[in-house]
């Protein structure tokens, strides 16, 4: 993908063998310390969203907090902080569901969102989309309209928008 002129591609580290035996692990280290591909890769993730009238950005801890906020702040939105159980202050809604070995479960405060308002999802990678569709029902059992989900990366191979067909999805570079 090509935004500003920058391949951001070329800013994304393929490494190995990380974190087990097998895992092809698409690293954004890199695109994060350099500023002009940092700039390039929010202003593609909220491309597809200006004027859709997004009053919240969603994101899940820990690196989708990186770009959510970015991108709440480029869309004059408020952002939303998804985190892992236990990690919130005051009342919280919460949704368990399953991994590839277990489950894992997210919450959101339940006075996030007024009701029937436009939220935006961002997360820097789309892999089996299960955790997204988690925080997507989650942001909806608060009274949240998903408008959308935009995401740095997606793993094409893993099938991962498979869960998410109700939704309108975007990713702004592909792996096969």
């Given amino acids: 993908m090509?935004?500003?002129?920058?391949?951001?591609?070329?800013?994304?580290?393929?490494?190995?063998?990380?974190?087990k035996e097998g895992i092809l692990f698409r690293d954004i280290t890199p695109l994060l310390?350099?500023?002009?591909?940092?700039?390039?890769?929010?202003?593609?993730?909220?491309?597809?969203?200006?004027?859709?009238?997004?009053?919240?950005?969603?994101?899940v801890e820990a690196r989708g907090f990186i770009f959510g906020t970015a991108v709440a702040e480029k869309l004059q939105a408020g952002f939303i902080p998804i985190r892992k159980k236990g990690k919130l202050p005051s009342k919280t809604e919460s949704i368990t569901y399953d991994l590839e070995?277990?489950?894992?479960?997210?919450?959101?405060?339940?006075?996030?969102v007024t009701n029937g308002?436009?939220?935006?999802?961002?997360?820097?990678?789309?892999?089996?989309?299960?955790?997204m569709a988690?925080?997507?029902?989650?942001?909806e059992s608060i009274g949240g309209q998903i408008a959308g989900i935009t995401?740095?990366?997606?793993?094409v191979a893993l099938n991962g928008r498979a869960k998410l067909t109700a939704y309108n999805a975007k990713s702004i570079i592909a792996y096969d």
Avoid: W
């Fill in 151 to 155: 995401f740095l990366i997606e793993l």
């Fill in 117 to 131: 308002a436009k939220v935006l999802m961002v997360d820097d990678l789309l892999a089996t989309g299960g955790t």
């Fill in 2 to 19: 090509t935004n500003e002129g920058i391949d951001l591609k070329q800013y994304i580290r393929s490494i190995p063998d990380f974190p």
């Fill in 33 to 59: 310390a350099d500023p002009a591909a940092l700039k390039a890769a929010t202003e593609a993730l909220c491309s597809e969203f200006r004027g859709a009238g997004i009053e919240y950005v969603a994101a």
């Fill in 134 to 139: 988690a925080a997507c029902k989650l942001i």
């Fill in 101 to 112: 070995y277990g489950t894992d479960t997210l919450q959101v405060h339940i006075d996030a």
